[in-house]
């Protein structure tokens, strides 16, 4: 996977989404699915998390226009609270709100279905979506089949790739040379979810990796080089925990990163010196939003756009092939 090759997508509808951000009108936005991933995070922890809704409503560049959920006290209760319309239907909020941009905060089992139904409405409109996308491999093949035109449109929410943190660790990365590189790793949660998370993020910091994945949850990976395919490490599953948690070690000769999610700051060996990054894990959420805001859906597009993001997809469904 390509580290961070910015470039304008040719397609129309996303570089006019573009004048939304350097103008004086803002991006219109609309969120589909009004629970935890919407708004429900801050109200269990205000203080540590940021969800869709608050980091587009604190965002000058961004006018959250409406919301859309299938259950009516759900909806009416977002209504109430953010002071924006709501709907029990999409094509009404469609009609009545014309968003540039449609985030789709859906249940998981429910995302490949609203996806392909957004990306076929007229008129088209920018897509937000949440991982994994797909829950089956079957649903993976229908996604690769997508018109690039049409995929293009579609920014997966994977909110590590656009913490600061992260830039800053494959900044160190690809400034040493990795020829001796080992990775370990261990997870707990729900394996797709939690899994695309990780895969996504260690695919972005090292390139050219292959995944694949037993029926426990375990992951080994492999590292394409010009002499072929060389053992990079493993990913172990702990099953025995609810909570969705993630870290990993990576080293070579010169650099070492301890990375562990949620933690305040990662740990880094530069040759002798020790480096602490500080994380920004309470506000990953508006993360992607400033990223959005700051740098057009394009450039945040070759970051994690759907068609980037498709090897990560594959890597975390190995195990159902």
């Keep these: 996977m390509t580290l961070f090759v910015f470039g304008i997508v040719s397609n129309t509808r996303v570089s006019s989404s573009f004048s939304f951000l350097i103008g004086s009108v803002r991006m219109k936005i609309a969120?589909?699915?009004?629970?935890?991933?919407?708004?429900?995070?801050?109200?269990?922890?205000?203080?540590?998390?940021?969800?869709?809704?608050?980091?587009?409503?604190?965002?000058s560049k961004f006018k959250l226009v409406g919301g859309v959920d299938i259950d009516a006290k759900i909806a009416k209760s977002w209504e109430e609270h953010?002071?924006?319309?709501?709907?029990l239907?999409?094509?009404?909020?469609?009609?009545?709100?014309?968003?540039?941009?449609v985030v789709l905060t859906v249940p998981i089992d429910s995302l490949y279905l609203s996806l392909t139904r957004v990306l076929?409405?007229?008129?088209?409109?920018?897509?937000?979506?949440?991982?994994p996308v797909v829950t089956s491999w079957d649903?993976?093949?229908?996604?690769?089949k997508l018109d690039r035109g049409i995929s293009d449109r579609v920014l997966v929410n994977l909110p590590r790739l656009f913490a600061p943190e992260s830039l800053e660790l494959s900044g160190l990365?690809?400034?040493?040379?990795?020829?001796?590189?080992?990775?370990?790793?261990?997870?707990?949660?729900?394996?797709?979810?939690?899994?695309?998370h990780f895969i996504s993020l260690i695919d972005f910091l090292v390139p050219d990796l292959k995944w694949s994945c037993d029926n426990s949850g375990d992951f080994e990976v492999l590292r394409e080089t010009d002499r072929g395919s060389?053992?990079?490490?493993?990913?172990?599953?702990?099953?025995?925990?609810?909570?969705?948690?993630?870290?990993?070690?990576?080293?070579?000769?010169?650099?070492?990163v301890n990375y562990l999610d949620g933690g305040n700051e990662i740990n880094v060996i530069d040759g002798k010196q020790l480096l602490l990054l500080n994380t920004t894990r309470d506000i990953y959420q508006r993360n992607v939003y400033d990223y959005v805001a700051s740098h057009g859906f394009d450039e945040a597009i070759s970051v994690s756009?759907?068609?980037?993001?498709?090897?990560?997809?594959?890597?975390?469904?190995?195990?159902y092939g």
Excluded at 33 to 55: C, I, N
Excluded at 184 to 196: E, I, Q, W
Excluded at 230 to 256: A, C, D, M, Q, Y
């Design 31 to 59: 969120i589909v699915g009004l629970g935890k991933a919407a708004w429900g995070y801050d109200l269990e922890s205000p203080v540590f998390r940021q969800s869709h809704t608050q980091s587009i409503i604190e965002n």
């Design 82 to 87: 953010f002071e924006r319309p709501s709907f």
């Design 89 to 101: 239907s999409l094509d009404e909020m469609l009609k009545i709100c014309k968003p540039d941009l």
């Design 120 to 131: 076929t409405r007229k008129p088209s409109t920018l897509i937000i979506v949440e991982k």
């Design 139 to 144: 649903q993976y093949i229908e996604l690769k």
């Design 173 to 196: 990365i690809n400034s040493h040379l990795m020829e001796r590189l080992e990775f370990n790793g261990s997870y707990s949660g729900a394996l797709n979810n939690t899994s695309l």
């Design 230 to 256: 060389t053992l990079f490490g493993h990913v172990i599953r702990n099953p025995n925990s609810k909570l969705s948690t993630f870290g990993f070690n990576l080293s070579s000769e010169s650099l070492n």
């Design 305 to 319: 756009g759907l068609n980037q993001i498709l090897p990560s997809i594959e890597g975390m469904l190995s195990n």
